[in-house]
């Protein structure tokens, strides 16, 4: 099976910097893409970064300029650089594999996601 285990949330002042890291563990051939998301509380879940094998990123507009994605591939690990960091961007922070191939005789692609890391920005 596929574990993905996040860690470094937890409660910051504004202005502040977390950064938050998920390794996925496990039976794992490749992962296509691996992202961040965040739930607030009475929101939907939203895309926060992604990025690829290959290195591409995307960000929501929210975060763009604040918040850096970045991934070790020989680690199945990425990581969310957050600075400047403000009360709006409090919510659970969840990871996830997106099209992980567990052998490379097996063609099958699955998402997995994180079991999801608080952040909460306050003074």
């Known amino acids: 099976q596929v574990q993905l285990v996040e860690s470094g949330g937890g409660l910051v002042q504004p202005g502040g910097s977390l950064r938050l890291s998920c390794a996925a563990s496990?039976?794992?051939?490749?992962?296509?893409?691996m992202g961040w998301y965040r739930q607030a509380p009475g929101k939907q879940r939203e895309l926060v970064a992604r990025i690829t094998s290959g290195g591409s990123t995307n960000y929501a507009d929210s975060v763009k300029g604040r918040f850096t994605i970045s991934r070790d591939n020989a680690k199945n690990t990425v990581y969310l650089q957050m600075n400047s960091l403000k009360p709006e961007d409090t919510a659970v922070y969840y990871c996830?594999?997106?099209?992980?191939?567990?052998?490379?005789?097996?063609?099958?692609?699955?998402?997995?996601w994180g079991q999801g890391t608080q952040v909460t920005v306050s003074s």
């Open positions: 996830d594999a997106e099209r992980l191939r567990r052998h490379a005789w097996d063609s099958a692609r699955y998402d997995y």
């Open positions: 496990g039976t794992i051939f490749s992962i296509d893409r």
